[in-house]
């Protein structure tokens, strides 16, 4: 089945630094979605790019997609240890009304 | 505005026993998810509902999950009887229309599941 794939599976950074995360999914999609969890929380939406989109911002993150590659990346700069969580992509299929598929995601750990 | 709520938040309980896992979408959201999460295999759909019909219950391991969603504002998810290897976090989501996946998903924080 289609699924995203994080990666790195963890990053560990320093306060102040950018973190970037990468998905790589496997077939054509409509959209791509963002989402952030905290520890025993649920997901909470991020971002949401379109297959027709290269780039898009929200206020310290910037997402990018390459359909060519199949890829995405997640870029959240001058990072805040409140960043500390784990980031799952989501993908869905371009053909037909099929719902949401997320990766493992990547467990970010920013240190003060 | 109230956000997806889901009880219990934690359930221990013995293998063989019923469980019964609850849901509020967020009103005026026509599609509820149901999920669940484990380290191996995280984040998984057991099952979504479109304006309260079961579009697609595949993801359902086994006959001894069955989910309801009687209404617009509520939903359940029963395992019965439950086993060990049912233990894990599962997550309700609902979301707005257009389609299964054009809109971003509101997650509860989730039921942490025990089957002893």
């Known amino acids: 089945s289609q699924q995203g794939e994080e990666d790195p599976q963890a990053l560990s950074i320093q306060e102040g630094e950018n973190a970037t995360m990468n998905c790589s999914y496997k077939?054509?999609?409509?959209?791509l979605q963002w989402y952030r969890q905290n520890s025993g929380r649920g997901l909470v939406h991020l971002i949401l790019?379109?297959?027709?989109?290269r780039e898009k911002h929200s206020g310290r993150l910037r997402v990018t997609l390459d359909t060519s590659k199949k890829s995405s990346s997640l870029l959240i700069t001058a990072s805040r240890a409140a960043d500390t969580a784990s980031y799952f992509c989501a993908t869905d299929a371009r053909s037909g009304n099929t719902p949401l598929v997320f990766g493992k995601g990547t467990r970010l750990s920013v240190i003060a | 505005d109230a956000g997806v709520i889901q009880s219990p938040r934690h359930e221990v309980t013995e293998m063989g026993q019923e469980v019964t896992l609850r849901c509020k979408p967020i009103s005026g959201h026509d599609y509820l998810f149901w999920y669940r999460q484990t380290m191996m295999r995280g984040l998984e759909l057991l099952i979504y509902?479109?304006?309260?019909?079961?579009?697609?219950d595949s993801g359902m391991p086994e006959d001894r999950f069955s989910a309801k969603m009687p209404n617009a504002s509520f939903s359940t998810l029963k395992i019965q009887p439950s086993e060990p290897r049912d233990s894990a976090v599962y997550f309700c989501a609902s979301s707005f229309s257009s389609g299964a996946s054009n809109q971003p998903q509101h997650f509860g924080d989730g039921t942490r599941l025990s089957i002893l």
């Open positions: 509902f479109n304006n309260n019909v079961p579009i697609d």
């Open positions: 790019i379109r297959s027709n989109e």
């Open positions: 077939t054509s999609i409509n959209n």
